[in-house]
T-cell receptor
Framework: DAGVIQSPRHEVTEMGQEVTLRCKPI?????LFWYRQTMMRGLELLIY????????DSGMPEDRFSAKMPNASFSTLKIQPSEPRDSAVYFC????????????FGEGSRLTVL | RKEVEQDPGPFNVPEGATVAFNCTYS??????FFWYRQDCRKEPKLLMS???SGNEDGRFTAQLNRASQYISLLIRDSKLSDSATYLC??????????????FGKGTKLSVIP
């Protein structure tokens, strides 16, 4: 079975450019999460969706960040304009509604903003 | 106080050694607890859940002390393949907010031949 699929795997861009990260969750999973990982701050939850509806976006750093989930099989995280401090690995994860606590992560999108 | 705190390590141990990681959490109402493993430049993956009574999975033993808000992971007979970062994870609440796992920054383990 396919896991969580993220694209691009790597992106290098210049400050001020728009960045769009994409995610396809595991089929049948009701919850989708966007995390950001840096050495300094570890894994931080940015936003999560339940049945395509954003439930909590309190982790989104500022208005430059936005996330959408137009359907059950696709989500995007957009940064506009990007800044060097946005450089990080962005993980998408999904899970079903059970109580196991298991999140299934994609391989991540490594973003470098110059 | 950070929500989930771990000793960052690194822990460098010889093959066959026993190593223990500790983790503390700040929210006394936290309901469930997990250890995730993250290999270098890879995504985190669930290693095991942590139950109040303690639980074991092969060479791995996890324990929870709710009174002290403390979680531990013990690895016996370390293998080279155990080298990774181990993330302590806490689920802070039941109900509507029960899916927002909080991750520690991880403890790095290197098992040396």
């Amino acid at each position: 079975d396919a896991g969580v699929i993220q694209s691009p795997r790597h992106e290098v861009t210049e400050m001020g450019q728009e960045v769009t990260l994409r995610c396809k969750p595991i089929s049948g999973h009701d919850y989708l999460f966007w995390y950001r990982q840096t050495m300094m701050r570890g894994l931080e939850l940015l936003i999560y969706f339940n049945n395509n509806v954003p439930i909590d976006d309190s982790g989104m750093p500022e208005d430059r960040f936005s996330a959408k989930m137009p359907n059950a099989s696709f989500s995007t995280l957009k940064i506009q304009p990007s800044e060097p401090r946005d450089s990080a690995v962005y993980f998408c994860a999904s899970r079903d509604g059970g109580d196991t606590g298991e999140l299934f992560f994609g391989e991540g999108s490594r973003l470098t903003v110059l | 106080r950070k929500e989930v705190e771990q000793d960052p390590g690194p822990f460098n141990v010889p093959e066959g050694a026993t190593v223990a990681f500790n983790c503390t959490y700040s929210n006394s109402a936290s309901q469930s607890f997990f250890w995730y493993r993250q290999d270098c430049r890879k995504e985190p993956k669930l290693l095991m859940s942590v139950y109040s009574s303690g639980n074991e999975d092969g060479r791995f033993t996890a324990q929870l002390n709710r009174a002290s808000q403390y979680i531990s992971l013990l690895i016996r007979d370390s293998k080279l393949s155990d080298s990774a970062t181990y993330l302590c994870v806490v689920n802070p609440a039941r109900g509507a907010g029960s899916y927002q796992l909080t991750f520690g920054k991880g403890t790095k383990l290197s098992v040396i031949p």
